[in-house]
T-cell receptor, first 109, second 114 residues
Framework: GQNIDQPTEMTATEGAIVQINCTYQ??????LFWYQQHAGEAPTFLSY??LDGLEEKGRFSSFLSRSKGYSYLLLKELQMKDSASYLC??????????WGAGTKLIIKP | TAGITQAPTSQILAAGRSMTLRCTQD?????MYWYRQDLGLGLRLIHY???????GKGEVPDGYSVSRANTDDFPLTLASAVPSQTSVYFC?????????????FGPGTRLTVT
């Protein structure tokens, strides 16, 4: 079967750095996406990785290792507005997204 | 640009009744999707459409039907609602195929079946 694993919840301090991990087992791989979802709102796109390595976008970076079936999202200089759920999704061989359950990130002052 | 809109925002529906959730996008995306999101579970694909005139079944299609008469609209119908269909429903659209084509989501419809 297809499976995406992420931690359910993480807590971090404002101004700090946090790494959210995602491991996956899917039928085929055509890219990995990270989305942010604030409570009561729709998911919004953060990053896309299809090749191994690090993609950086301002305070957010995403890493991919295809051989390990592993990705992480790195958030730097955490702000209170970063409190949200972070969703990992893999595009499979049918070009459909398979979603993890999301990691709820709580930022404390 | 409105992007992608959904209606209604929320609804309480009696079991056994039918309902259509509406979704419209103005980005001229070929691909559209319907997901449900339940607490503790990831987004689960109900139905999808890669282009106008075609539809496909996702992971959890039972009890739902869709149509794609044109590029912009992708309604989702519950023929006879059951309590297990209580969920938040998101419609999304994207360019189709390979490449960094992220999905754009509508604001969601919160449905309660009693």
């Amino acid at each position: 079967g297809q499976n995406i694993d992420q931690p359910t919840e993480m807590t971090a301090t404002e101004g700090a750095i946090v790494q959210i991990n995602c491991t996956y087992q899917t039928s085929g791989f055509n890219g990995l996406f990270w989305y942010q979802q604030h409570a009561g709102e729709a998911p919004t796109f953060l990053s896309y990785n299809v090749l191994d390595g690090l993609e950086e976008k301002g305070r957010f970076s995403s890493f991919l290792s295809r051989s390990k079936g592993y990705s992480y999202l790195l958030l730097k200089e955490l702000q209170m507005k970063d409190s949200a759920s972070y969703l990992c999704a893999v595009r499979d061989s049918n070009y459909q997204l398979i979603w993890g359950a999301g990691t709820k990130l709580i930022i404390k002052p | 640009t409105a992007g992608i809109t959904q209606a209604p925002t929320s609804q309480i529906l009696a079991a056994g009744r039918s309902m259509t959730l509406r979704c419209t996008q103005d980005m001229r995306h070929n691909a559209m999707y319907w997901y449900r999101q339940d607490l503790g579970l990831g987004l689960r694909l109900i139905h999808y459409s890669n282009t106008a005139g075609t539809t496909g079944k996702g992971e959890v299609p039972d009890g739902y039907s869709v149509s794609r008469a044109n590029t912009d609209d992708f309604p989702l119908t519950l023929a006879s609602a059951v309590p297990s269909q209580t969920s938040v429903y998101f419609c999304a659209s994207s360019e189709e195929g390979e490449g960094p084509y992220e999905q754009y989501f509508g604001p969601g419809t919160r449905l309660t079946v009693t």
